[in-house]
C-alpha cells in the first residue's frame, strides 16, 4: 500500500510538471521552475524510489509520443536522464526501454533526433558499464586525477558589476561557496566508489558498511581504491555487452578488499542508498576587464604555479602577447611585437667548449638538435610557458617547427595530436547588455586563436545565458512597447518561446535570483539541499547542451571629424542611432532656421541589401529625413527564421494643409543583412551599441552594418587571394569553412520547430 501511495505521489508530481509547460498551472509565474526541483530533491531524500520514477517518466514518454504531444518529450527526457545518473542501480529491463525510446526519436527532426542519438550512446555506455554516466561526471567536474579519463571541466560565473547589485553578488558568492563545503576530493573519491559498486552489485552491495570502510581510510589508500575502480570502469567499456559479467567479478573482488582493508563492524545490513552528486566546481567573477575572458581561460588550461605571486598574474597577461601571421587580413589587424636577441647566431660567437666524447648512435637524434650556449637562465612563468605549447598547435595560422635535420636509417616520431581535455561553461549572468560585452570578448578570442592557435584545440568552450533583472516582474513585451520602457531580455524571451524547458527553469530565474538575495538567511542556508540557484545552474550545464547560434555583427563608425580614425565594433541584439542634441554655437541659428522650414531630424541616405527568399542581391538607396532609427537582430516571432537585421526607421513627413505646415512620424521597416546609413547635412548623431550607454560613439556621421565575419575565414581567403585570381565566390579550403562569426547560447532543446 505504501508503495502505491509513493508511486501515485511521484505520478501527480509528474502530471504537474507537464501542466507546467501548457500554462495551465494555477501556481503563480514566480514559483514556476520549482516542480522539477522539488521533484529530483524528493528522490534524492529516498533514492530507492528512482526506478518508480524513470519507470512512471517512460511511460509518459511513450504516451507523449503515442498522442503526439511532442513539447512532452524533451523536458520529460532530461528529467529522466538526471534521475538515472544519479540512482542507485537501475533494472537491465528499464535501461532497455529508455534506449529502445531513444532510438525511436532518431526518426522525428532536429532536435529530438539529436537528443535522442546523445542520448542513446549515453545509455548504451550505462548498460554496458554500469554508474558510468556518473563516474565520468564526478571525475571531470571535480578535476580528479585520473588517466583512465583525464578530463576536467569547470563553470565560470561572469556578473558586469556595473548591472548586478552587491547584494545579488554577495548572495551568489555565498551560495556557491556553501554547496561546495563537503566537496573535498576525498569525499568525491569516495562517492564515486561507492556508486560505482552499487550499479555493478545492486542489491550485494552493503552500502553502510562500504561508506564505513571508505570514511575510515587514509587519503592515499582512498586514492588507491578510486584508481582501481576507475580503471575497471573504463575497461569495462571496452569489452562490450560480453564483458558485463566480467565487470561485475572484478568489482566484487574490489568490494571484498575494500571492506577487508578496515576492521569489521557491527553495521547493519543495508540496502542500495543513494550517493550525492556533488555539485561542479564554480568560480564566480566580477567582469571588469575586457580580457578578463581569455585571461581565465588560459590560467585554466595553464594554472599558475604555487609560487607564482597572484599580483604578478595581471601584469603577465597583459605582456603576454603573440605576433600576428597575417598583416595584410583586415579584420585580424592587430600591433606587431618584435623580440630583441642578443644571440648573434653565429657559431663563431660561441665561447668555446671542450671536445665532446662520442655520441651512441641511439642518442644522436636526441643530440643532434641546436642547444644555446653560454647564456643566462631564467625561470620562465607559468603564462610564458603557453608560447612553448603553441609550437605543437595544428590550425590555421600556424607556422610548423623548424623540422631538425634527419640522417638515413633514423625515423622520428610525429606528436601526438592535441586533444580536448578541458570544457570551459562559461555562464552569463545579466541581460542583453552582458551579452553584448560576450559578443565583444568572444570576436577577441576568434582573433586571437586566428593570429595563433592555443585555446581550440585545448579547449572546448560552451556559452550559457540566465537573465537577471533587478526590476519588477512584468507580463511580456507588449508591456514595454506600451509603456515605452526598454526590453532589456529580448534574447531571453526568444530562447524562451523557442524552449519551454529553457523558459520554465532559467527564465524564471530573471526575478528569482534578487528576491532571494534580498531574504533574511534561514537557519538552513548553509545546507547544500537547499541551495535552489546553484543547483539549478548545475542542472542547466549539465543537461543544457543543445546551442542556439546567434549572428555577431560588425559595425564601422566614421566621425564627423575627419582627422578622427574610424571605430570598428561588434553587436550582437541592437543598435540604435539618434541625431545629436548638441550642436555648435555658431551653427545653432542655421540649424534651428532648417529644422523649421524641413522639420526635426536630420536628412540621411540609407543604402541596403533588400533580403529576399530566393538570396538574390537587391541593393536599395532612399534618403529621408529621420530622427533615428533602431536595428534589432532578435526575430519578434519564434516562426521568423531569417537571419537578418529587423531597422525600423523613424521618419518625418511634411504635411501642407489649410492651416500650415505639419510634421508627422512614420515608422519605415525594412529587412537587411547590410546596411550604410550616412547624413547628408553633416548633422552628428549618436551609436549606441546592445542598449549599453557604456558603447556610444558620438558625433558619427556614418554607419556601416554588416555580419561579423568568422576571423579564420577572412585568414584563408586572403591566403587564396595571394594564389590566384580575385574571385567572388570562395574557392579551395574556404568553401568548407564558417563565413559568419556565430555565438552559441546552450539551452535544453535548442529550437523546436
Not at 128 to 151: F, H, N, W
Not at 352 to 369: G, K, V
Amino acid at each position: 500500500m505504501e508503495s502505491t501511495e509513493v508511486e501515485s505521489d511521484i505520478l501527480r508530481r509528474v502530471r504537474a510538471l507537464l501542466r507546467e509547460l501548457d500554462g495551465h498551472h494555477p501556481a503563480c509565474q514566480c514559483g514556476r521552475g520549482m516542480l522539477r526541483w522539488t521533484l529530483h530533491k524528493k528522490i534524492d531524500q529516498n533514492p530507492s524510489n528512482s526506478s518508480v520514477l524513470v519507470r512512471i517518466l517512460v511511460k509518459e514518454l511513450e504516451r507523449a509520443e503515442r498522442g503526439d504531444f511532442r513539447h512532452y518529450i524533451i523536458p520529460l527526457l532530461h528529467t529522466l536522464m538526471y534521475t538515472l545518473i544519479k540512482a542507485p542501480c537501475i533494472s537491465e529491463e528499464l535501461c532497455g526501454r529508455v534506449y529502445d525510446f531513444c532510438k525511436k526519436l532518431l526518426t522525428l527532426p532536429k532536435p529530438f533526433c539529436t537528443i535522442g542519438l546523445d542520448y542513446a550512446i549515453r545509455l548504451k555506455m550505462e548498460r554496458t558499464t554500469p554508474g558510468m554516466l556518473y563516474q565520468r561526471m564526478v571525475i571531470a567536474e571535480q578535476s580528479l586525477k585520473s588517466d583512465p579519463y583525464p578530463y576536467h571541466e569547470k563553470i565560470f560565473i561572469f556578473a558586469d558589476p556595473d548591472l548586478l547589485s552587491e547584494a545579488i553578488c554577495n548572495a551568489l558568492v555565498t551560495d556557491m561557496e556553501a554547496a561546495q563545503v563537503s566537496q573535498s576530493p576525498q569525499a568525491c573519491m569516495c562517492y564515486v566508489i561507492t556508486h560505482a559498486l552499487q550499479a555493478a552489485l545492486g542489491e550485494g552491495c552493503n552500502s553502510t558498511s562500504l561508506k564505513r570502510s571508505l570514511q575510515d581510510m587514509p587519503m592515499s589508500d582512498v586514492e588507491h581504491w578510486f584508481g582501481q575502480v576507475v580503471a575497471a570502469v573504463e575497461c569495462a567499456r571496452g569489452e562490450g555487452s560480453t564483458g558485463r559479467s566480467q565487470h561485475a567479478a572484478r568489482m566484487e573482488k574490489i568490494y571484498q578488499n575494500v571492506l577487508s582493508s578496515c576492521p569489521a563492524g557491527d553495521a547493519p545490513l543495508g540496502g542500495l542508498q543513494g550517493t550525492p552528486l556533488p555539485n561542479p566546481s564554480i568560480s564566480f567573477h566580477l567582469w571588469t576587464e575586457d580580457d578578463q575572458l581569455w585571461k581565465e581561460l588560459v590560467l585554466f588550461i595553464r594554472p599558475l604555479s604555487h609560487t607564482c605571486e597572484p599580483s604578478c598574474l595581471s601584469r603577465d597577461l597583459d605582456n603576454f602577447e603573440i605576433p600576428d601571421m597575417v598583416s595584410d587580413c583586415e579584420c585580424c589587424q592587430q600591433s606587431r611585437f618584435s623580440v630583441l636577441s642578443t644571440d648573434s647566431g653565429i657559431e663563431r660567437d660561441l665561447p668555446a667548449a671542450p671536445e665532446e666524447p662520442f655520441i651512441p648512435c641511439s642518442m644522436e637524434t636526441e643530440q643532434s638538435r641546436l642547444q644555446r650556449k653560454g647564456g643566462i637562465k631564467k625561470k620562465p612563468s607559468p603564462l610564458e610557458g603557453v608560447a612553448f605549447l603553441q609550437a605543437g598547435c595544428n590550425g590555421p595560422g600556424v607556422k610548423s617547427p623548424a623540422k631538425p635535420q634527419r640522417k638515413p636509417g633514423i625515423s622520428l616520431e610525429h606528436p601526438a595530436p592535441l586533444q580536448r581535455l578541458h570544457t570551459a561553461r562559461i555562464v552569463l549572468l545579466g541581460d542583453d547588455r552582458i551579452l553584448g560585452r560576450l559578443a565583444q570578448a568572444y570576436h577577441s578570442l576568434r582573433k586571437r586563436e586566428t593570429r595563433r592557435v592555443f585555446l581550440t584545440p585545448r579547449l572546448n568552450l560552451q556559452f550559457y545565458y540566465i537573465p537577471v533583472v533587478t526590476g519588477q516582474p512584468d507580463t511580456g513585451a507588449a508591456d514595454h512597447a506600451a509603456t515605452g520602457q526598454e526590453d532589456l531580455c529580448e534574447v531571453a524571451r526568444y530562447l524562451g518561446r523557442a524552449d519551454p524547458w529553457y523558459e520554465s527553469n532559467i527564465n524564471t530565474l530573471c526575478h528569482m535570483i534578487p528576491k532571494l538575495a534580498t531574504m533574511p538567511s534561514s537557519p538552513s542556508k548553509h545546507l547544500v539541499t537547499d541551495l535552489f540557484i546553484t543547483d539549478v545552474i548545475a542542472y542547466y550545464v549539465r543537461m543544457g547542451i543543445q546551442p542556439v547560434c546567434f549572428q555577431v555583427y560588425a559595425v564601422k563608425v566614421f566621425f564627423s571629424d575627419p582627422v578622427q580614425e574610424p571605430a570598428e565594433d561588434v553587436f550582437l541584439t541592437e543598435l540604435h542611432t539618434q541625431v545629436q542634441d548638441s550642436i555648435p554655437h555658431r551653427e545653432l541659428s542655421m540649424t534651428k532656421r532648417k529644422m523649421t522650414l524641413d522639420g526635426p531630424g536630420t536628412d540621411l541616405t540609407v543604402t541596403y541589401r533588400k533580403v529576399v527568399l530566393s538570396n538574390r542581391v537587391k541593393e536599395l538607396a532612399v534618403s529621408l529625413r529621420s530622427t533615428g532609427l533602431v536595428m534589432k537582430t532578435i526575430p519578434a516571432d519564434e516562426a521568423e527564421d531569417l537571419v537578418c537585421l529587423n531597422v525600423n526607421i523613424t521618419e518625418i513627413v511634411k504635411i501642407n494643409n489649410l492651416s500650415g505646415r505639419s510634421f508627422s512620424a512614420v515608422a519605415n521597416r525594412l529587412k537587411t543583412r547590410y546596411i550604410q546609413i550616412r547624413s547628408t547635412e553633416q548633422r552628428p548623431f549618436t551609436v549606441c551599441l546592445d542598449k549599453d550607454s557604456r558603447r556610444t560613439y558620438r558625433n558619427v556621421i556614418s554607419v556601416e552594418v554588416s555580419p561579423c565575419l568568422e576571423p579564420s575565414y577572412c585568414l584563408q581567403k586572403t591566403r587564396a587571394m595571394k594564389f590566384s585570381l580575385p574571385e567572388t565566390e570562395d574557392v579551395g579550403l574556404v568553401k568548407y569553412m564558417p563565413k559568419s562569426l556565430l555565438l552559441p547560447i546552450n539551452t535544453f532543446a535548442g529550437i523546436i520547430q
